[in-house]
């Protein structure tokens, strides 16, 4: 039998990846750092109940994930916001388009990622910028791996639809 | 079933593997100057110590300097101070001997560690005269405190012997003793235990990489003749 980690050693190894992805998820960095303590601290009540051999990433992937959903429900949107109050993040990637048009298209992404359902948010989180496999997803959210792939999907073809609307919509008005 | 089929055709360049051969578009260009890079590491360290305090657990942080005047030289720092420096030995056995005196598994963190590191290789370089550097001294015993307090006021481009530190500390027959707890002083450099010498005028010991050749180098470094 293979003896549990202390779980230190799991706050150690997890919480910068961990933190990554509620960062995403929340979309700004003071909700995703309480979520992480939420999280955490989730973790540690649950950590003597859990069978030595589990899949301890895939399981706070799932602390995480539903922590981010309770504290999603009960905040404004932040998709804006964050564009305000953080250009320095933003580092000209696009930079044949001016300033404005270039606000309009990060404004229409993030609040297109805040619009998503929140498992189909999640699901594109860890698969695109979190790099887990769909078999980890699954057992994140608790699916098939092929529900995995359908919510990621959703996601992505739902992402861009909005993005194309948005930015079609504003040509149109000039 | 048939919805799959496309999400392979159209995105199957990210979404089953990292590597992408075609150029993204736009959507995806914006798409990633959002998500891509993630949380800037000051704002996750800043999180991590967070949560490592309420998690109530120490924790020590270490790096490197690469290359200096005296070899690498590696350094770990508490929220306390400096808790030890270390330019004898490799990466592992520096971790392990950390471990061993702290209780704590060090973590690199370049972050934490930029000001201290800036410090010693300022210091190396001779473009730094003195340290404005917090030092943890938790892990001492108290004899050792004593010792190496009273090495911490003699200043650069100075020296003293053994004996002299021994009385300095009032304790005039403990020589010897003076000397061991220079020999384990745990932040060499910062704490200055190669100012000290025999009564005789010769270097004494040193205990780091080098020995008594990286004492003088040290002291020529601060303009002692020797």
Redesign the interface.
Known sequence: MVSKPN??TL??AH??EI??YL??MMGE?AD??DC??ET??RA?RGYSRLVSDSNYRAWLYKIATNVARTHFSHRKRAALRRVEIDPS???G??SPIDELDRRE??S???EA?EDLPHKQRAAF?M???Q?LSYHTIATVLGGTE?AA??N??QA?KK??AQ??AA?EGSREER | MS??I??ERE?GN??DE?DSGSPPD??T????????????PQ??A???D???A??G?ERIYYDELPRSPIGPVFIALSAHGVVAIDFSDGEEAFLSWIQKRTGV?P?RSPERMAESLHQVEEYLAGKRAAFDLPIDMRFLTDFQRTVLRAVMRVPRGEVITYGALARVIGRPKAARAVGRALGSNPIPIVIPCHRVLASDGSLGGYSGRGGVRTKADLLRLEGVSL
């Open positions: 779980f230190d706050v150690e919480s910068a933190f990554a960062w995403r960095e995703a750092e992480l303590q955490f601290l540690f993040r933003l580092h990637g696009i298209m990060l229409a992404v993030l990622v989180m698969r695109k910028y790099g092929a792939r359908a990621v999907y992505l992402l861009r993005f194309m930015t | 919805e799959e496309t999400v995105y990210w979404l990292a736009l959507f260009v914006v798409l990633d100057e959002l998500y891509a890079s993630g949380p800037n704002e996750t800043h999180a991590q967070r949560l490592m309420s998690v657990k598994y973590m």
